[in-house]
């Protein structure tokens, strides 16, 4: 079993929530970059983009973990 | 010897002059810094208070869930007296409105799960609606009725949905928590201040006032290039007069003679618009005038306005306004059937009398909201009920969709998961989705401010439940540590420094420390609601960022168009409306306008107002001097979007109302009705390409 609770300063914490804060961390990296090239300029909702880029760094690291 | 003594001391000497400088300046330092902290510590003491007050009644009547009181508590407690108290009138109606959607829900959808909770994010869709249509507080009562819902409906919730049948108890229990909040906080507030908001509006009011009856008879005094360097000043005072209208709402609060009365401080809010829709239509007038004429005819309106209004000082030193509001209405009142009755040899001098006798009635209006803030004379009866009109609907139903999906999207994770704290990150989700939509532009940040407020408050309710908490066994001793954190919260809510973040740390902390008669020390229980407490709130934040608001660009041009469109249905006829309907609807645009937005939309704004109102008197002229068929021509005009041909119409009209004029039959009527052909002649030629603009929404 991969996925075990994680203790944060004696508070044992879902898994889940410590790969959602890491997912935040990789995407607000993943946009700092897109936004230094332009490339958020190219797309239609900038804001849709990154929830989806979020929702793939988060499902990745599930998957790596699970894997 | 003395000489070199005097030249070792001067360095000591000047030495210790800097010291006492700079111990003088930190202790002015100091004593300004302590000065400015105590309104925002009393405010703190006096949310602790309504706290431990609504908790105390609370335990004492050993209710279920005590803490939903100190919430109702915290969240009713605002800053500003006037806020919390009809914020707190508001709230009562609010929640039960929103009990009673709730059971009815219940009622409907007793066994379908999908039915009671598509119900519910519609019920949350519904409300997010009116809390944007409606303003101020009535549109926090709205935002009220679709949180309550969803509190009532977490706990009535079970592990992955459906309703568990207990609706109206828990609703009955839950109504009753959140009005001792409410009473509770009332009671605290209206004992410890009395509230300042009708002496500050009245200020605002005498001051706004003085400015444009000042500005304006210096208009008539100076030459023409000084009329167009007050446009941006006249500009901005529009400006101003719309950010009254929360200033309004929070003197209402603190008065419920005021409340009865309110549609009087509306007149007054209006007579201020009146006022600045004359103004301009005179300063067009007299740029349009040879520079002779034009020092002709304001010089003979200018013997026609009191010397106490014109010299009046500017904003700030209007006292003698507030002093006498009665004595000033007279006066403005006098001036104004002066004017009337005063003959115009041409029209020119017409619409200048005209609209300085219309500048003149709107200052008569505000001055008798003066009279009702400050001298209270007993003749004000509230016979005309306000109407609601809607300056935009699509800001409402983006809103309203927004919510929905929130909502939606929230309850379909939480099936998904099977998580046992879904339910409360949907009540989180809708209070934030709702109360946070009327912000428009500034909704995302607000947003995102309340869920890192909400996030500290999870910090500090933890400390306060584990560390805190378990040291002590009565109510004094759990007050006080109640009050090491709540003190400070308010103080930081009451400083303008992120006050929504503060807000959210102060209004959460009761729910997240979730305080009982028999209190749990639960780590785990603790960490998931503080977790579906954050991330409800996230949910919303995102929706915002997702399905974004109207920008205020987008809000401003929106409002311009919808008048035009207005405008020209009111030209062409296909509506009729009463002067009292377009002037009310124009003021409430006036009021939808963003801070935002350009000082040259306010003008057009502005002048549609008056283009309208003189369309609307033309209109019910025209048949009783036969001249129908030239005022249609000229609205087809106007409404085909052709100010040329419409100014063309209109010179046309005017020579068949000089020949009447000729003819000795209604001089003066007809002379009347050449000035508002000017004054719609006037403001076409100073917005043609608004209102040529050939965009209708």
Redesign the interface.
């Known amino acids: 079993m991969k996925f075990v609770e994680v203790n944060v300063l ?5 898994p889940i ?1 410590v790969m959602m804060v890491a997912a935040w961390f990789v995407t607000v990296v993943l946009r700092r970059i897109a936004g230094r090239f332009g490339l958020l300029g190219y797309v239609w ?1 900038p ?2 983009l990154v ?1 989806a880029v979020y929702i793939i760094v988060l499902s990745s690291i599930v998957l790596v973990i699970a894997g | 010897m003395r000489k070199g003594m005097i030249e070792l001391s001067l360095p000591h000497l000047r030495g210790l002059a800097s010291s006492w400088h700079a111990v003088s300046g930190w202790r002015s330092t100091l004593a300004n810094a302590a000065w400015a902290a105590g309104p925002p510590l009393l405010f703190g003491l006096r949310l602790w208070a309504s706290v431990c007050l609504a908790l105390y009644i609370a335990f004492w009547l050993q209710l279920d869930n005590a803490s939903w009181a100190g919430t109702s508590a915290a969240l009713v407690c605002q800053p500003l007296l006037g806020a919390s108290l009809r914020k707190g009138w508001f709230r009562m109606i609010g929640t039960l409105v929103g009990a009673a959607g709730i059971v009815m829900l219940t009622a409907c959808f007793p066994q379908s799960r999908v039915g009671f909770l598509v119900g519910l994010a519609l019920w949350g869709a519904a409300c997010a609606l009116v809390a944007t249509l409606l303003r101020n507080f009535a549109s926090y009562a709205a935002a009220l009725a679709g949180y309550t819902a969803a509190i009532i409906a977490s706990d009535e919730l079970g592990a992955v949905g459906g309703a568990n049948g207990e609706a109206f108890t828990l609703a009955i229990t839950r109504v009753s928590e959140i009005w001792i909040g409410i009473v509770c906080a009332g009671i605290v507030l209206a004992g410890t201040d009395f509230g300042a908001a009708p002496r500050r509006l009245a200020a605002l009011l005498a001051g706004l006032s003085a400015e444009i009856a000042s500005r304006f008879g210096a208009a008539l005094t100076l030459a023409e290039s000084a009329l167009s360097d007050m446009q941006p000043v006249r500009r901005e005072l529009v400006r101003q007069v719309i950010a009254l209208d929360s200033v309004i709402d929070q003197a209402i609060g603190e008065s419920s003679r005021l409340h009865y009365h309110s549609q009087v401080l509306q007149t007054a809010m209006g007579g201020l618009f009146e006022a600045l829709a004359g103004w301009s239509a005179v300063v067009w007038r007299l740029a349009r005038l040879p520079d002779d004429k034009a020092r002709q005819e304001a010089d003979a309106v200018l013997n026609s306005v009191p010397l106490e209004l014109r010299s009046a000082p500017p904003q700030g030193g209007a006292t003698s306004w507030v002093a006498d509001p009665v004595g000033m209405r007279r006066m403005c009142d006098a001036a104004v059937l002066r004017l009337i009755a005063s003959p115009a040899g041409t029209p020119s001098l017409r619409l200048l009398t005209d609209q300085t006798a219309r500048l003149l009635t709107g200052l008569s209006d505000v001055f008798d909201g003066l009279a009702l803030l400050v001298a209270d004379p007993a003749r004000h009866q509230n016979l005309h009920r306000a109407r609601l009109h809607v300056p935009d609907w699509l800001p409402a139903l983006v809103n309203a969709g927004r919510a929905l999906v929130t909502i939606v999207a929230v309850e379909v994770f939480w099936i998904i998961t099977a998580w046992p704290n879904g339910a409360l990150a949907i009540t989180f989700a809708a209070i934030s989705v709702i109360i946070f939509a009327p912000k428009a532009d500034v909704a995302y940040a607000a947003a995102m401010s309340f869920m890192v407020g909400v996030g500290l408050a999870a910090v500090c309710a ?1 400390i306060v439940a584990f560390a805190g908490l378990p040291n002590v066994e009565t109510f004094a001793g759990f007050s006080i540590v109640m009050g090491l954190f709540l003190v400070p919260a308010g103080a930081l809510m009451a400083q303008p420094w992120q006050p929504t973040m503060f807000a959210a740390l102060a209004g959460n902390f009761v729910p997240l420390l979730a305080p009982a008669n028999q209190t749990s020390y639960d ?2 229980q603790f ?1 998931n609601a503080a ?1 579906a407490i954050v991330l409800g709130c996230g949910a919303a934040a ?1 929706s915002f ?2 399905l ?1 608001p109207l920008s205020p660009a987008e809000q401003s041009e929106r409002l311009l168009a919808l008048t035009l469109r207005d405008l020209r249905r009111l030209a062409t006829a296909a509506i009729h409306w009463r002067r009292d309907d377009w002037d009310n609807r124009m003021y409430g645009r006036l009021a939808a306008l963003p801070d935002q937005a350009e000082p040259l939309q306010r003008a057009q704004l502005l002048a549609a107002l008056s283009v309208g109102t003189e369309i609307i008197r033309l209109r019910h002229m025209a048949p009783q001097l036969g001249l129908d068929c030239e005022l249609d021509s000229v609205l087809k005009a106007l409404a085909q979007g052709n100010s040329v041909a419409a100014t063309a119409g209109l010179t046309v009209l005017d020579q068949r109302l000089a020949s009447l004029g000729r003819g000795n039959l209604h001089t003066s009527r007809v002379q009347q009705e050449r000035g508002r052909v000017l004054a719609i002649c006037d403001a076409l030629a100073q917005h043609r390409s608004y209102f040529d603009a050939g965009a209708s929404v």
Do not use: D, E, K, Q
Not at chain 1, 10 to 14: E, N
């Open positions: 004696g508070v044992y914490v879902a929530s909702h804001a849709l929830f | 933890a780590t785990v960490y977790l995102l960022r997702l974004p």
